[in-house]
């Protein structure tokens, strides 16, 4: 290792202030998702909180939803640059624009900057950030597909104090707020997202009164340095060389491609090569690129890691060419950064390192195919307006050893995306759900398999309101990647409509079409993918395979096929013979 | 005489309370039998009954109530022992219960499997109903899948069944029907519906909730059966009260029914315990800590109750839904281990030596160092007086491995080591202090810290003093404190319905019939249990939120008797606005919703207050056994320090620190600037000077 590390406080305080502060960021996500009111934030945790020094590196994060909280430095660095010295105590800012200084991932994640005074000195900053209901633009919910340019997609906020020196500057916030379309919820939003950086400052004050601001001070830097040696030990353990990987998964997406170095203790990710930007609003801006990366790292190199923060990033250098899909320019649209072009960029690095180390690396995690509904529901006529987060439900990818989670979808999440019940979805919705359960056969087979999808399915009760349904997730014949080790993919999602007056609208036309009205009894009928496998399907325990059939998870056919495992379809019983001599076969053949 | 009798079933005691009708507090324990753990309550009634001068058959005929807290269904979830479950559930939705709502607990570490359900997929059997959100039945119940249902689970060999289908607490006709008819055709398993367990809105909690009871219920069943049996045989022929995770009792039947409320039982009553010894001082307000071998228990205790939660997690992953004590758990214990990362960062826990090999000081060959080593070199512990001197430990021990394991890798010297080890360990626990009262917007600094378990009070003054808590409450009777719980525990039916307004449009008539309706499910239980009418009381309360928000708080309406008029419903939401505002830092203008109510009926059981002894005198110098250097932070270094017989000290006796008050059950430390008193109630209260 190139640079010597250690510890310069005293090893107590350290290992006590490093908890107290993981605490305080923990605290501002449990108020955030108990105070927010939009579905999307505290159910699909569409959030963040993070805590960062004054040079906007990472100090203390809560995991929730791991792909933006890479994106925070970004946003307080566009703070810092555009403001300068005119930052005071008790100033408020807003920021969500991805190509005003960088400082947004995504439009409809809106990242409020919080400086935090200790006395009369900014010491920190808090960055909060989290998906909005909407952000103004040519389609509800934020993502509009058929938007020709980023003003189409959303309201652009660059970098704007909303409350200056403690007093909301109301003419600017109602500015913010008049073009939105669901105001009074995203108002009560803005404000849990500020409230819970209150209560942080709080907290961090009394911190500092006990431990003296110096300790405190070496103890950030301490902190940093101690997660910049735990991720170069793991970088260490790589064999040296150049990994490539090459990642394009649906017909229209452009290919995104990573050559990953790893030297030493170092990591180099480039993505200079990727495709050119899409006219669909797939492309990433430079700060969604950043966070996906990372989260790939964390998620494979650094799983077992006990702390996460910045420090981690040091030893890795990303690299982009401005122009191409992972590093959009203005004006191109990028709506489904967050989803899809960010599930790209996760398994391409993961494509990368599995050719060196597959053990580490996760497979990929099945796509979501969901619709983003909305209307006006009759029964209170109120508007709403919301993802289908049951069609979210796909697979996780498996990993050596472990076999995928099912319904843990979509990967930027990873299982911290909070699936609303039944109960709650047809309160807050004009809509019946018919069915919502794993779809058998619909992980990819491995030694290992990937984590089930499912069959979700939905008739309108909107009467006498149409519901407006538009397509706007990841391009459903995506197939995600990597499988790993002979592990198998999944089969391809699939979307048709069934409309009361006998019309049916085939899974080829959804993809054209996209946007659609639905009137009570017209049905929705979707088909989740579940996730990758790892290692040769004909390897996986017999006992594991009989106990899937069992579930009805894996049908006889697909675990004679697939696994090589031969049942009898009415008794259960395994064919011992036969099964070895198919094994055998299949293991021949490769 | 007649008695009140607690018995308490851990892991390693069972331990016993007698309370008499005057308010003397009788205790005992005896080891545990886990092959069948009344062979140990038999036993440690015997003994009881042997202390206080009689046979058990005349103690028994002068006990008015017996009050049992049991570990039987916690350790059945939590070592997956529990009943071959099958489940009904709606067609199309065979996979709520394995789904979870679709959490990872920990995003990052992808090497944990996911948790297996406690029903497995080809036991949960779709059946064709449906119900909808207004309670209409859109689609009925097939009443053959049913009966196939029950033919192809007879098959399976299950012991237990589940049915949980949707919207059922608003509809439970269709749950009522596949009820009777797997009873007639099951009638030898253990069956309940969602509608019986928790009605309430969200069908994955409804359901995990009902799955769990469907787990639990038979073993739970089958040993109440036989600790009732046993009793009787024995000559008693009173009442047997089984303590649920809401800190009250109820009929064994009814625990047999409903055993998922016996499942986090077990810390559950120590802070009702701990409220009633605070109380005998005038002291509402605490925050009761436990810390033993493993763990570190802690619970905020406001006006003399203890806070509750709607919900909790068993092991981590199995949720239910269910009004419980709000008892924090914290991986800190005597036993945690200390270690250094390859960093040189040093750390404390979550791995603890438990009790075997233990702590190196034990000599049994452990070879970690622990919180109790450190504690020992720090000279807190008395190596000749551990456990009153039943068990020696060796501080030459406890330095070596300090020595090797934290101080030469840290280049410091090992009471340096010792002085950081415990600072850590003390962090946590302060950290768990903090979540339950700072995060709830309550000051400590009001409170009084109630002090339990081997290792408490050998910690408590170091927690005290960083979170500037004025003054502690060590009890002699903490390490039965359980026993104690369950003994003063009043019975209590927790019922919830769930009714979903917004309060604006709130059908005033519709919540008053829900109450209602709740108070006669909850008088027939009393009646039931022979409470008489004078005796019940009726706590009440709503889950409120802003319009739009997914969680409630929860807010307390008065029981006054009367329906809810206009007015309190008005009260009701400002009190949700001030409720906000003190957790959450501001407050909405948006709509408020209402979404469950709840109603627990309530029998009260009279309790006799602590008898006060007579005050002897403030001079202790009679019981100071000897001194020994310890060590205390804020002076910086050892002190020559005063040891005391806490056993034999008299009422009244006061001692200043920097002193340590020993106990045969734990050790009393008692930092510079603090005085201790033994009070008249049995406990020890120390003051602490800014």
Known sequence: ?590 | MTYVIGVDVGGTFTDLVCLDEAGNVTITKTPSTPADPSEAIMHGLSKLARILGKDTKTLFNETTRITHGTTVSTNTVLTWTGAKVGLLCTKGFRDILGIRFGIRENPYNLTIPQPEALCPRYLRVPIEERIDFTGEVKVPLNEDDVRSACEYLKDQGIEALAICFLWSFKNPEHEKRALEICKEALPNVYICASYQIQPEVREYWRMSTTVINAYVGPKLSAYLKHLKASLRNEGFKDQLLITQSNAGVIYPEVAMEQAVRTVLSGPACAPAAAAYVGRALDFNNVITVDMGGTSFDVCLIKDGKPMTALQSAVGGVYHMKLPLVDVKTIGAGGGSIGWIDKMKVLHMGPQSAGADPGPACYGKGGKEPTCTDADLVLGYLNPDFYLGGEMKIFPDLAREVIEEKIARPLGIDVIEAAWAMRRIIDHHMVDGISIVSVQRGEDPRKYTLVVAGGAGAVHAASLAQELNVPRLLISKTSSVFCALGGVIADVRHDLVRSITSRTSVLDLDHLNRLFNEMKAIGDDYLELEGVSPEDRYYVRSVDMRYKGQYHELEVPVPYTGDNIDDKLLAKLVEDFHQMHETLYSYRDTAETEMLNVRLAACGRVNTPEIKGDEFVSKDASKFKKGERQVYFGDVGGFVSTGIYDGDNMEVGNMVEGPAIVELSTTTIVVPPKATIELTPYGSFLMELRA
């Not at chain 1, 390192?353 to 969901?370: D, H, N, T």
Request: aromatic residues 10%; negative net charge; charged residues 25%.
């Open chain 1, 1 to 590: 290792m190139s640079k010597k590390y250690q510890i310069r406080i005293n090893p107590a305080d350290f290992s006590v202030l490093t908890s107290a502060i993981f605490t305080i960021a923990r605290e501002m996500g449990l108020n955030m998702e108990r105070t927010a009111r939009a579905p999307i934030y505290f159910s699909a945790h569409d959030f963040c909180t993070s805590i960062l020094n004054l040079d906007a590196e990472l100090v203390a994060l809560a995991e929730y939803i791991p792909v933006l909280v890479g994106a925070t430095p970004f946003a307080v660095r566009a703070i810092k640059e555009f403001f300068k010295d005119d930052i005071h105590k008790g100033d408020v800012f807003l920021v969500n624009d991805p190509y005003t200084l960088d400082g947004g991932n995504q439009m409809a994640d809106w990242c409020i900057v919080y400086p935090v005074f200790y006395k009369d000195k900014q010491i920190l900053w808090i960055a909060n950030k989290a998906h909005q209901q909407d952000t103004g633009g040519g389609a509800p919910g934020g993502y509009n597909p058929n938007a020709i340019d980023v003003f189409a997609e959303g309201l652009r906020i660059p970098p704007l104090r909303i409350i200056s020196k403690g007093r909301e500057r109301r003419s600017v916030v109602n500015l913010v707020m008049t073009n939105v379309r669901i105001r009074d919820v995203q108002y009560s939003d803005l404000l849990s997202l500020i409230g819970a950086a209150r209560v942080a400052e709080k907290r961090i004050t009394s911190l500092i009164d006990n431990y003296g601001l110096d300790t405190f001070n070496t103890f950030v830097e301490d902190l940093l340095a101690y997660g910049e040696f735990l991720m170069r030990e793991e970088i260490t353990k790589i064999p040296d060389g150049q990994y490539h990987s090459e990642i394009t998964g649906a017909e229209d997406a452009p290919a995104i491609v990573c050559d990953l170095t790893v030297k030493g203790d170092e990591l180099i990710v480039d993505f200079s090569e990727s495709g050119p930007m899409s006219k669909e609003y797939i492309n990433s801006p430079i700060a969604n690129t950043y966070s996906a990366v990372y989260q790939a790292i964390l998620q494979s190199l650094g799983k077992r890691l006990e702390i996460r923060c910045g420090g981690c990033y040091r030893p890795i250098t990303i690299k982009t060419k401005p122009g191409t899909v992972t590093h959009a320019t203005f004006p191109a649209t990028h709506g489904n950064c967050t989803n899809f072009v960010a599930k790209q960029i996760i398994e391409a690095v993961w494509a990368a390192l599995a050719e060196v180390v597959p053990k580490e690396v996760p497979a990929g995690w099945g796509s979501i195919p969901y619709w983003v509904f909305s209307g006006v529901d009759p029964r209170r006529g109120e508007g709403y307006g919301s993802p289908d987060f049951l069609a979210c439900a796909s697979g996780a990818g498996a990993l050596w050893g472990v076999d995928g989670w099912s319904s843990n979808g979509p990967v930027i999440c990873s299982g911290t995306l909070y699936y609303p019940e039944i109960e709650v979805c047809e309160a807050l919705y004009p809509i019946f759900w018919k069915r919502w359960e794993w779809a058998q056969d619909s992980a990819g087979p491995g030694r290992w398999r990937g984590g089930m999808g499912v069959h979700n399915e939905w008739v309108a009760a909107s009467d006498p309101q149409p519901i407006f349904l538009h397509y706007a997730a990841d391009p459903y014949d995506y197939t995600p990647a990597p499988a790993i080790g002979g592990g198998k993919l999944p089969p391809v999602n699939k979307k048709e409509l069934y409309f009361s007056d006998g019309r049916k609208v085939t899974n080829e036309q959804v993809r054209k079409e996209k946007s659609f009205f639905l009137s009570s009894g017209d049905r929705v009928v979707d088909f989740v993918q579940g996730g990758c496998g790892v290692g040769n399907p004909w390897e996986r325990d017999v006992e594991a395979v009989v106990k899937d059939v069992r579930d009805e998870l894996v049908s006889v056919e697909s675990a004679r096929t697939d696994y090589g495992v031969v049942i009898d379809p009415t008794t259960l019983e395994v064919d011992m013979k036969e099964t070895e001599k198919l094994r055998k076969a299949m293991s021949d053949g490769q």
